[in-house]
């Protein structure tokens, strides 16, 4: 039996040894073969990836350099000479900590035949603050196994590097997906169309946040704001047979994104000190505003928690007229300086 593993990677000087080596440990009753797709780097990460296949010969094929694909149709062109019975991926700045990794998960999919693919639990590496954490939404995962529609409520899996598919899925998946923006969590779901997806509890490889990954170096609110179009271009791909999951999923980023704002213009004001009210400035009673922004704290959180929809909409509306508004929010800073902790965030 043999089991194909992709390294997609590009400008992963810094990483790319340690992912090898990560993968060259494994260790199982199974034949391995490497599959590096160099996305044209422009750093040292095809010198480095050609030094290993030197040493590896008849485990690590490197795919010819063309021009520069994108994430998607570099995928698709690994994906493409694969010949195993399953697929695991690891991406050029991930890594793996469990040398059992792929027997661990072959096994778990020859004793469930009906499974599409599976993953592992991961953790997540913060590079620059230097500390590891495990995925706070696998944490709470209860599940062994996860369906589309758990997948389009929350992106359990996480990235591409915990997963193993069945080469056969892969071979089935709808060739539309590569004309899209298609990373682990589009690809994913199109998987557990054709079968659900088993969960692995135990840890076994590390997703690296860094300020230079092409998903991590993102800002916050450019992820959310990208999430929400790549929703819209999903939903019409699978013909919003899951549009009201899918809704649900871009209202809830949508709530966030307000959110974001909201912290960033308060800041903002923050920073402005010459602002504010000037004619609400004088004769305010500051105990008594800070009491009543207290109370309007605590109303609207608990609407926000305990109230049907409609109330929570109009709570939503409210808390954003309030917090957008420069001028009040100067002037609720002066005399309520922690309403951003006790309120916003």
């Not at 800041?267 to 010459?274: I, M, S």
Request: hydrophobic fraction near 35%; charge should be positive; charged fraction near 25%.
């Amino acid at each position: 039996m043999k089991i194909n593993v992709i390294v997609t990677t590009y400008n992963h000087e810094k990483y790319i040894a340690q992912c090898l080596e990560s993968i060259l440990e494994q260790k199982g009753d199974f034949q391995i073969e490497i599959i590096i797709g160099d996305d044209c780097s422009t750093d040292n990460t095809r010198k480095i990836v050609e030094g290993f296949g030197e040493k590896y010969p008849k485990i690590i094929s490197i795919l010819p350099m063309e021009k520069n694909l994108g994430i998607t149709k570099n995928l698709k062109r690994c994906l493409d000479v694969c010949s195993g019975e399953y697929i695991a991926i690891c991406e050029g700045d991930d890594y793996w900590t469990d040398a059992n990794k792929l027997q661990k998960q072959k096994d778990f999919l020859e004793s469930h035949k009906d499974y599409s693919m599976c993953f592992s639990a991961i953790m997540l590496y913060y590079e620059e603050k230097d500390y590891f954490v495990h995925h706070p939404d696998q944490v709470s995962l209860r599940k062994d196994a996860i369906t589309i529609e758990d997948l389009i409520e929350n992106n359990y899996i996480g990235n591409f590097s915990c997963c193993m598919y069945r080469t056969d899925v892969v071979k089935r998946l709808p060739q539309g997906i590569y004309n899209l923006y298609t990373v682990d969590w589009m690809f994913n779901m199109a998987c557990a169309q054709l079968g659900d997806i088993g969960f692995l509890k135990n840890p076994m490889s590390v997703y690296r946040l860094h300020s230079n990954g092409a998903w991590t170096g993102k800002a916050e609110l450019e992820q959310l704001e990208g999430i929400c179009n790549h929703i819209n271009v999903y939903n019409n791909f699978f013909d919003y047979k899951y549009d009201l999951l899918f809704s649900k999923r871009k209202q809830i980023i949508n709530d966030e994104i307000i959110r974001i704002k909201m912290r960033d213009q308060i800041k903002l004001a923050n920073d402005n000190k010459d602002g504010g009210l000037s004619m609400m400035g004088s004769g305010v009673k500051p105990n008594f505003n800070k009491r009543f922004f207290c109370a309007l704290s605590f109303v609207l959180k608990f609407v926000r928690r305990v109230s049907p929809t409609w109330l929570k909409r109009i709570a939503r509306k409210t808390i954003q007229k309030i917090c957008l508004n420069k001028k009040i929010m100067d002037f609720i800073k002066r005399i309520y300086p922690d309403f951003v902790n006790d309120f916003v965030l």
